[in-house]
């Protein structure tokens, strides 16, 4: 379980494949000693729960299944991607964003950016049978990152990325035209299948 508070961008190093499964090394500064990283733990990748396979000097080593890489983008990583990370949710921290599971429910294409005062209003597509997830005022994860939904429609949304964002996450760099994976809400996703019929 993570928050969606990108804890920092990493580098991906290297990105062997072999069909479609997938070992990514990413070079990553993490906290050092009691907090350090550890082997067996999980790491959201850009929104994708993975979970450390191994330790490297300034960073680690996640393998990717191919029924991850067929419906994430990770399958699009390459040596010099950056990528948001944050490790998973420890009890008793703050939760300052939301609930997130690392589990990606589809793609979201920018179809819109445009500024609004010092932030940047980025306007996404998304796969269809989503919508249903995703309100005016809810949550959503787009690469990982927790934002509020400004305003949702029928197969588009509306988040605003402020400064802070822009700067410590791969937000700052999306343009229109880029992909994201995206991550409804799971209160949402509870709320609708849960609904008496």
């Known amino acids: 379980m993570f928050t969606g508070l990108i804890e920092t961008v990493g580098l991906v190093r290297g990105a062997a494949r072999a069909g479609d499964s997938l070992r990514l090394d990413i070079g990553a500064s993490f906290p050092r000693g009691d907090d350090a990283l550890g082997i067996g733990d999980s790491v ?7 979970t ?3 330790l490297l000097p300034g960073g680690f080593l996640a393998d ?3 029924v991850t890489s067929r419906k994430t983008l990770l399958a699009s990583l390459a040596k010099g991607s950056r990528v948001n990370l944050e490790r998973a949710l420890k009890l008793g921290s703050r939760l300052g964003g939301h609930f997130v599971t690392g589990h990606v429910d589809g793609m979201a294409r920018v179809s819109r950016s445009r500024k609004d005062g010092n932030a940047t209003l980025l306007t996404f597509r998304h796969d269809a049978g989503l919508s249903s997830y ?3 005022t809810g949550s959503v994860a787009v690469n990982g990152a927790s934002l509020t939904v400004c305003d949702a429609g ?3 949304f509306t988040v605003s990325i402020v400064p802070h964002t822009a700067e410590n996450t791969t937000l700052g760099r999306i343009r229109v035209g880029d992909e994201a994976n995206l991550e409804c809400d799971i209160l949402a996703k509870y ?7």
Request: hydrophobic share 40%; with cysteine; aromatic share 0%.
């Open 191 to 197: 709320v609708k299948e849960r609904r008496p019929s």
């Open 44 to 50: 959201a990748v850009d929104g994708v729960c993975l």
């Open 52 to 54: 450390v396979s191994g």
């Open 64 to 66: 990717v299944m191919g």
């Open 134 to 136: 995703i309100v005016t």
């Open 154 to 156: 029928a197969r588009e």
